[in-house]
């Protein structure tokens, strides 16, 4: 079985500041990972995705993330926000199985 | 750029009643899927569905709940008798039988409100 853990349910951060989304994942096969975004009243948005490779994938809007087996861990990060990545953040497992598994999602919300 | 649609964005009903959300899939798609999240809540897989038949689906997934896709452009998500637990936000999702991974594309959305 698959499983998505997301440690932090919101996370506030200034303009202009860091933010790192964490994320850690259990998996029994190969895994495929993908963050997602959902802006107020929208759907959901790919951000980035790691199928095989190189361990940082870079995805839109200045985001990326690193693979980390070992920890299994894939942490999103963003080197300066801006008040439009207010949104929710969600991390997803999807591997042998069609269905992806999601986590709890982070809330992402920038102060001014 | 070609996208999912859902229809309709919002769908209010009775507990009881029969609901029918629709979705439009990306054209060349082959795989769909129905996720639902309900307020404040992650999101869940429900069904996935591929060459007309459902090819798995979820423990929410009861007999209460059916997917059809009627015509070659449509997908559809039926509740026969809703309850008040079934109030949601329904994403409807589709894949191209040629992508190697599991990209999902995902739909805005239907949300539901059994009152």
């Known amino acids: 079985a698959q499983s998505v853990t997301q440690l932090d349910s919101q996370v506030p951060v200034f303009e202009e500041a860091p933010v790192e989304l964490r994320c850690n994942y259990s998996?029994?096969?190969?895994?495929?990972l993908f963050w997602y975004v959902q802006y107020p009243n929208q759907g959901l948005q790919l951000l980035l995705k790691y199928l095989s490779g190189s361990t940082l994938v870079k995805g839109i809007n200045g985001f990326e993330a690193e693979f980390n087996k070992s920890q299994t861990s894939f942490h999103l990060r963003k080197p300066s926000v801006h008040i439009s990545d207010t949104a929710e953040y969600f991390c997803?497992?999807?591997?042998?199985?069609?269905?992806?598994?999601f986590g709890q999602g982070t809330r992402l919300t920038i102060n001014p | 750029e070609p996208e999912v649609t859902q229809t309709p964005s919002h769908q209010v009903t009775q507990m009881g009643q029969e609901v029918i959300l629709r979705c439009v899939p990306i054209?060349?798609?082959?795989?769909f899927y129905w996720y639902r999240q309900i307020l404040g809540q992650k999101v869940e897989f429900l069904v996935s569905f591929y060459n007309n038949e459902i090819s798995e689906k979820s423990e929410i997934f009861d007999d209460q709940f059916s997917v059809e896709r009627p015509d070659g452009s449509n997908f559809t998500l039926k509740i026969r008798s809703t309850k008040l637990e079934d109030s949601a936000m329904y994403f409807c999702?589709?894949?191209?039988?040629?992508?190697?991974?599991?990209?999902?594309?995902f739909g805005p959305g239907t949300r539901l409100t059994v009152l």
């Open positions: 997803a497992v999807g591997g042998g199985a069609q269905k992806l598994v």
């Open positions: 998996s029994s096969v190969s895994v495929y």
């Open positions: 054209s060349n798609h082959l795989y």
């Open positions: 999702a589709s894949r191209d039988r040629t992508s190697g991974y599991n990209e999902q594309f």
